[in-house]
């Protein structure tokens, strides 16, 4: 404001005669390299500059993207996490079980950039050896995890080097895999969040870890809702998917107990889920996923939903 009141008196401090030159050069300027020309080919720079003016809509996509990419920046980047939407991930991965599940999520973090090939963040590449080491498994049951994740044809195997199926996760232009993509459902899975929770949950609690990845075909892609209708765009119209039906669909017969595994599921101090009133009906509740770990909008919903778990 302070910036704006002294342009406001500089003004009023011109001549007549200097303000009319700064009409004509608006309207008869030239620039080249940066300067600003009159008409008569006089450098005026010191009397006018040029600004982009944009509206309060691009101001506020502009904000928008910006929140998204420090959102993006503070949770360690992300993969992209493919499947079939409204398809259980049990359905899709027939020979993983629960626990696989959650490792599966984990290395998906791992994938390379544009070939999918496993690497550490340091770019070295990650061979068998190491990616047992990584997940901490002993041998017998890293060699049945390993060979259930080619059966499923989510890694390949290339001389030392391990591939991830893009169709499973993938880092880079989408363009690129659309052909085999085409049809699917994607978040973003953030790295960091997914690695730090890994450490936390590997172990005898690691298959609540695995209800992240076993809800995403039902998170809504705009407002993280674990919805009948992931893909609604109006949230007037997205359906919440209530506790005992999502417990049914994920294979849990208790759904006490599994809400309880999901109240266990914590961040940082923060829920992984959330469990908010519909309308103001205790009864009724929607279930909703903290963006820190995933997240598929395009950012215009993003703050009101991370201020759900603040």
Avoid at 28 to 52: F, Q
Avoid at 118 to 137: V, W
């Amino acid at each position: 404001m302070g910036n704006r009141i002294a342009e406001q008196r500089q003004w009023m401090n011109l001549s007549n005669g200097t303000k009319r030159d700064i009409f004509a050069v608006k309207e008869n300027a030239v620039i080249e390299d940066g300067r600003i020309y009159n008409k008569n080919g006089t450098d005026v720079s010191h009397l006018v500059e040029v600004v982009t003016k944009t509206t309060e809509e691009q101001v506020r996509a502009l904000q928008v993207k910006d929140n998204l990419t420090a959102h993006v920046s503070e949770n360690g980047g992300f993969v992209t996490a493919f499947f079939n939407a409204r398809v259980t991930m049990e359905s899709q991965f027939q020979s993983l079980n629960q626990s696989d599940l959650a490792r599966l999520m984990f290395i998906g973090t791992y994938t390379g950039w544009g070939d999918g090939q496993l690497k550490y963040d340091n770019g070295k590449p990650i061979n068998r050896s190491g990616l047992k080491k990584l997940i901490g498994m002993s041998p017998n049951k890293f060699k049945d995890f390993y060979e259930n994740l080619k059966k499923e044809a989510v890694l390949r195997e290339e001389g030392d080097s391990i591939f991830m199926n893009s169709s499973v996760f993938y880092r880079g232009n989408h363009s690129d895999i659309k052909q085999i993509t085409r049809d699917m459902q994607y978040t973003r899975l953030f790295r960091d969040t997914v690695r730090d929770l890994y450490e936390m949950y590997n172990g005898r609690t690691i298959k609540q870890l695995a209800i992240i990845y076993a809800v995403l075909p039902f998170v809504n892609f705009n407002f993280n809702i674990i919805a009948y209708n992931p893909n609604e765009s109006n949230e007037d119209l997205v359906e919440p998917i209530p506790l005992d039906k999502l417990a049914t669909l994920l294979g849990y017969k208790d759904t006490s107990r599994f809400k309880a595994a999901l109240n266990k599921i914590q961040y940082e101090g923060k829920p992984v889920f959330g469990f908010f009133e519909i309308s103001g009906d205790r009864r009724k509740k929607k279930t909703i996923l903290n963006p820190r770990v995933v997240y598929a909008g395009k950012g215009n919903t993003l703050a009101a939903i991370k201020a759900l778990f603040n």
